[in-house]
Structure formats: structure tokens, C-alpha cells
């Protein structure tokens, strides 16, 4: 090979090395490898910080939430698990909140209590327990203290409020300090004053049970189940806002109620301020024996947990009793004090209307254990319609009666889970004036007879059969109503010209009623007819008068719903007593209307 050869073969080399460099791929060169270099540093990195976050953040937020309760409460917290997600910021959830009465291992001796002995128990009862709460906030903002958290959200939640001398026992060591590091006031010594380390704007609740112990050994709890709740603008020292949601048991219906909540007293927690609006909405009375119709209510609330002052008012407008199934409208205005360490209300007054009867009562709402409620009130009707409380309580349409009406009575409706007029006990006095009877036939009866009665037979035929009431009448009777049945002790009923004095009884399941006594008349028996049968009766017009009076005769007044009979009473029975009568009743089955009662007809 000569030299031009091997010049040529060196060049074609050296062209094709070029050519190959030249051609080299964009993941093979030394810029791509720099970046590679540094995306692998960054995400290095940032597992590193996401370890670090993962390893710090959950020791720093069990802190933050374990000091501001603390703080707030004056309580040690335990909390059985917190997880942390950095998926989106920070988010947190926790498990088995509990916030116990006292520090776990404090324990107060009883008064013969060993002061050598071993410790009763190291698991206090909890005041506060909640079973699911999470939060979310950002890397920033746990960087700084107090962490702001815009939502908390709570799942499960019991506040235990033991009564006041309890809660201030646990809560005292033997030296009668704060066990929590409080004085005696329940306030926070100044040098263990901790700074919250933790604010939230709204933390929303659900199913809530806020249990108020009572210190009455015999009763048991008041329980209030919350289906939701927000508090709001929490704060630690001017308290929150607050809206809840919960449904009433008995009667059932749904209650909103909105206000105020705080601040809290460390000291004793029931006497933490409360206030606030409430709407008590869809109240069926039904589920209540022996009442019904369809409730609203609205009303304020203020004062603490343990003690609130309530003014509202409701509005019934088919209220009804089922032993005469009358739907009447009732309004009600009440001012109510609630005293929550024994369930009883004091009403001091309900001002009320049964369509148009006016009725003011005052008295004791008192909550029995596992019968309900006892209730005992005074009842004054200072204006009113004797035809509202009978159609309310009688089955008789229209009422028997229709009069203005006042009354002056003690109600009293014993617990237990019996309707309503069964149990029911009513005893007073009563007065109506300008009396007129439903029934037309009844009412020409008591016409005839006032028209007899005043020496004016010859008016008796027209006045007693026209369907029209010529004359008004006056009733006062002393009652006592129980066990379903009505006595009346004395009735006073006067129309012009007699005088009638009765005793008697009301059965009302049945709807009967036997009345008897005397009446006493202005004019004599001769007077009180005509023709031939008045110089018959001159005679005996001696005998007859007595007092004073023209005539007394013995009569009676008896009936089973719409049917009244009047007449004489047979001998005897007039004088006997109303318990006497009662008794007669219930021992006899009742009587066709066409014979009920053997009373003979007046004449």
C-alpha cells in the first residue's frame, strides 16, 4: 500500500468517528443527566421532608390539641389515636377524645378510706368523650402557634355534667386546689396560665348526648339527644355561637334552637351561661295518651345549663281530649323556670286560650322516673265559655250548656302511662250566669218550669214548647273530678222564680250524669196551674211551703247524652250524697234513654 492510500483510509476513519458523535441520543447527553441528577436530589429531598413532616407533625398536633383543651377545661386529655394525611395539606383525624373529671392518678379516699390502701381506680369517668373528630390545616400554619383551623368536625359526642358539689370534689386535691392546676374558683393560677394552641372558627357536631346528672338519688338523668350542632366564633373567653338541631321525644317533634354558649366554667360546668331562640315545630300531642293535636311553639332561653328562665308561647289549633275527640284551638303564653339537677319546670304564669276562654295557671311541672311527668297546677278562668270546657270534655253535641263561665280549681295529672282523662284530677269552683241549654226540648222544660215557678201557668204551655229560650239562669257548684268521673258536692242553680240545690255525679266514659235535691219555688202549688186543678191544690199549699218559699219538693235530674229527664226524686233519693250516687251508677247498667230514670214526670 502506498502513502496516498494510507492517507485515504485515515481520513474515511476519522469522517465515520465524527458522523457517529455527531448522531449521539438526547437521554445520553450530559444536560439530561444533570437534570435527572436533580429531579432525583429534589424528590430526595423531599422524602426526606415528608419523613421528617410524617415523624414531627403528629407529636406536634396530639400537643396543640391536647393543651388547648387543657387550657380550656382545666382538665387532663387523653386521646387514644391521631392519624395525619399530607395528601392534601394536613389533614388529621383522631379517635377516643376523652377528657375525664380528674387526673388519672389522683384519686380522692373516702372518709374511712386507708391512706396505705391501693388506689380504687385509675381510669376517672369522663366528662367529655368524642369518638371521631378531623381537621385540616396547611404546613404554615402549623409552623405557627395558635394553629388557625377554619373546620373541625366532631362524630360522636357525650358531655356528662355530674352535679355541682360532685364535679368540685373531683376536681380539688386534698390541699383543696385545682387538680388540673386551678384554684378553688375554678380559674387557672397565673403562673400555669396556657396559651391556646389551637383556634377554630366552626366546629360541627354530630350526634351529640348532653347528660345532666341529677343530685337527687332517686331520679335518673336528663337527656338530651342533639342530632347536630355548630358552634361558631368560638372563643375562649367571650364563648361561641351556637345552632342545634334535635328531635324532641315526647311530645315528637323537631326543635331548632340557636344562641349563645359560654364561657365555659371550669369550675362547675352546669353553671356555664346558656341562651338562646328556639322553633319547636310538628309537636304531635298524640303521642301522649289521651290528648291530641298538632303543636308549634316559639320561644327565648336564658340563664346556665343547670338553670334556665324560658318565655315562649304555643299554638294548638286542634287541641282535643280523646274522651270527647272535640278539636279546639289553644294558644298558650308561659314564662317557665327549668331547673335541670331535678327535670322539674316551675310555670309562673301560662296564660292560655281555649277558643274563646280565658285560663291563667301557675304551679310545678315536676319529671317522675319511667312514668313521666307530675303536674300540679292552680287554675283560674277569670273569663270564659261554659261551652268550651264542655265540648272539650264531654262527648255531648252540641254542649249542654252555653254561659259566660269563671272557675277557680287545682289541676293535678299524676304520672303514668295512662291517658290523660283518665288520670286527670280537677277540683274547684265553678259560677255561670245567662244560661241557655243546647238542647231546645231541655230548654223548654227549665222555661215551663220557671213560668210555673213564678205563679204564671197559663205562660208554661207556650214557654215550654216553642223551641226557644225565654228565660236565663244561674249556676255555682263545688266539683272534684277523678278517675273519669265528676262529683259535685253542691249545685247552686237559680232561674226565675226557684231555687234549686242538687248533688250529683258525671261518668264520662259514659257520658251519664244523675243529679238530685230540692227545688224551692216563689209561688204556692195552687199558683202553678190553672182551673180546677188550682182550687184542688189550695189545701195542700200549707203543707208544702217551707222557709219561706211557695213550695220545696224533692226532684231529680238525670240523662245519658243528648236524653235529660226531670222530675220528682223517689223517696229517698234525693237526700243521698254525690260519692253515694257514683256508686249507684257504676253498679247499674246504663238504660235505654226511654226509660232512664224512674223519676216521676213534673207536673
Known amino acids: 500500500m502506498d502513502a496516498t492510500e494510507s492517507t485515504g483510509t485515515a481520513g474515511s476513519s476519522n469522517t465515520s468517528g465524527n458522523k457517529t458523535a455527531g448522531t449521539r441520543r438526547w437521554w445520553q447527553r450530559a444536560w439530561f443527566k444533570w437534570l435527572l441528577g436533580s429531579i432525583l436530589l429534589v424528590v430526595i429531598t423531599l422524602g426526606i421532608g415528608v419523613e421528617y413532616v410524617l415523624q414531627h407533625a403528629g407529636p406536634i398536633v396530639r400537643k396543640r390539641v391536647v393543651d388547648t383543651l387543657s387550657a380550656r377545661f382545666h382538665t387532663p386529655v387523653e386521646l387514644d389515636q391521631l392519624d395525619i394525611s399530607l395528601f392534601k395539606g394536613i389533614e388529621v383525624e383522631g379517635t377516643g377524645l376523652r377528657l375525664p373529671f380528674g387526673s388519672p392518678a389522683h384519686t380522692i379516699p373516702g372518709p374511712e378510706s386507708d391512706a396505705n390502701a391501693a388506689p380504687q381506680s385509675s381510669t376517672p369517668r369522663a366528662f367529655i368523650k368524642v369518638d371521631h373528630f378531623s381537621f385540616r390545616t396547611t404546613f404554615k400554619g402549623l409552623l405557627h402557634e395558635p394553629t388557625q383551623i377554619g373546620r373541625i368536625q366532631v362524630d360522636g359526642m357525650v358531655l356528662d355534667l355530674p352535679p355541682g358539689s360532685e364535679r368540685g370534689q373531683l376536681f380539688r386535691n386534698s390541699d383543696g386546689r385545682n387538680s388540673s392546676g386551678g384554684n378553688s374558683s375554678g380559674q387557672l393560677e397565673p403562673k400555669s396560665r396556657v396559651k391556646?394552641?389551637?383556634?377554630?372558627?366552626?366546629?360541627?357536631?354530630?350526634?351529640?348526648?348532653?347528660?345532666?346528672?341529677?343530685?337527687?338519688?332517686?331520679?335518673?338523668?336528663?337527656?338530651?339527644?342533639?342530632?347536630?350542632?355548630?358552634?361558631?366564633?368560638?372563643?375562649?373567653?367571650?364563648?361561641?355561637?351556637?345552632?342545634?338541631?334535635?328531635?324532641?321525644?315526647?311530645?315528637?317533634?323537631?326543635?331548632?334552637?340557636?344562641?349563645?354558649?359560654?364561657?365555659?366554667?371550669?369550675?362547675?360546668?352546669?353553671?356555664?351561661?346558656?341562651?338562646?331562640?328556639?322553633?319547636?315545630?310538628?309537636?304531635?300531642?298524640?303521642?301522649?295518651?289521651?290528648?291530641?293535636?298538632?303543636?308549634?311553639?316559639?320561644?327565648?332561653?336564658?340563664?346556665?345549663?343547670?338553670?334556665?328562665?324560658?318565655?315562649?308561647?304555643?299554638?294548638?289549633?286542634?287541641?282535643?281530649?280523646?274522651i270527647s275527640n272535640h278539636p279546639l284551638p289553644l294558644r298558650t303564653k308561659f314564662h317557665a323556670f327549668v331547673d335541670a339537677t331535678s327535670g322539674d319546670t316551675q310555670l309562673d304564669p301560662v296564660d292560655a286560650w281555649l277558643r274563646n276562654t280565658h285560663i291563667l295557671a301557675k304551679g310545678m311541672v315536676a319529671k317522675v322516673d319511667h312514668l313521666g311527668h307530675d303536674i300540679a297546677l292552680d287554675v283560674t278562668v277569670p273569663s270564659g265559655r261554659m261551652e268550651d270546657l264542655l265540648e272539650l270534655g264531654m262527648k255531648s253535641e252540641p254542649p249542654v250548656m252555653r254561659a259566660p263561665v269563671t272557675l277557680r280549681a287545682k289541676l293535678h295529672i299524676p304520672p303514668g302511662h295512662v291517658r290523660v282523662a283518665t288520670k286527670i284530677e280537677l277540683s274547684g269552683t265553678l259560677s255561670a250566669r245567662s244560661i241557655t241549654f243546647g238542647n231546645p226540648k231541655v230548654q223548654d222544660k227549665i222555661d215551663g218550669l220557671s213560668m210555673r215557678a213564678q205563679g204564671r201557668p197559663e205562660e208554661s204551655r207556650d214557654a215550654g214548647s216553642d223551641r226557644k229560650a225565654e228565660v236565663n239562669s244561674q249556676l255555682a257548684t263545688t266539683f272534684n273530678l277523678a278517675h273519669s268521673q265528676a262529683l259535685f258536692s253542691s249545685v247552686h242553680y237559680q232561674v226565675p222564680g226557684a231555687d234549686i240545690q242538687l248533688v250529683g255525679a258525671y261518668l264520662m266514659d259514659h257520658d251519664r250524669y244523675d243529679f238530685r235535691g230540692h227545688v224551692k219555688t216563689d209561688a204556692k202549688p195552687s199558683q202553678m196551674v190553672t182551673g180546677w186543678k188550682s182550687l184542688l191544690l189550695k189545701p195542700v199549699d200549707h203543707f208544702l211551703a217551707k222557709d219561706g218559699a211557695g213550695m220545696e219538693l224533692p226532684i231529680e235530674i238525670s240523662g245519658e247524652k243528648k236524653d235529660m229527664h226531670f222530675g220528682l226524686a223517689h223517696h229517698g233519693r234525693a237526700d243521698a250524697s254525690a260519692a253515694d250516687i257514683a256508686g249507684e251508677m257504676k253498679q247499674q247498667p246504663a238504660p235505654a234513654a226511654s226509660s232512664y230514670p224512674p223519676a216521676r214526670p213534673a207536673r
Not at 354558649?261 to 369550675?267: K, L
Not at 298538632?294 to 334556665?308: C, I, N, P, T
Open 196 to 322: 391556646l394552641a389551637f383556634t377554630a372558627e366552626e366546629i360541627d357536631c354530630r350526634n351529640v348526648k348532653l347528660i345532666l346528672e341529677t343530685s337527687n338519688p332517686n331520679k335518673d338523668p336528663m337527656v338530651f339527644d342533639i342530632q347536630s350542632l355548630t358552634l361558631t366564633n368560638v372563643d375562649q373567653q367571650a364563648g361561641m355561637h351556637y345552632d342545634a338541631q334535635l328531635t324532641n321525644p315526647k311530645p315528637r317533634g323537631d326543635i331548632h334552637a340557636a344562641g349563645h354558649f359560654g364561657p365555659w366554667n371550669v369550675d362547675a360546668p352546669r353553671e356555664t351561661p346558656l341562651d338562646g331562640d328556639y322553633q319547636f315545630r310538628h309537636a304531635d300531642l298524640n303521642t301522649i295518651k289521651g290528648i291530641g293535636g298538632m303543636m308549634s311553639s316559639d320561644g327565648h332561653f336564658a340563664g346556665v345549663l343547670e338553670k334556665l328562665t324560658v318565655d315562649g308561647a304555643t299554638d294548638t289549633p286542634d287541641f282535643s281530649l280523646d
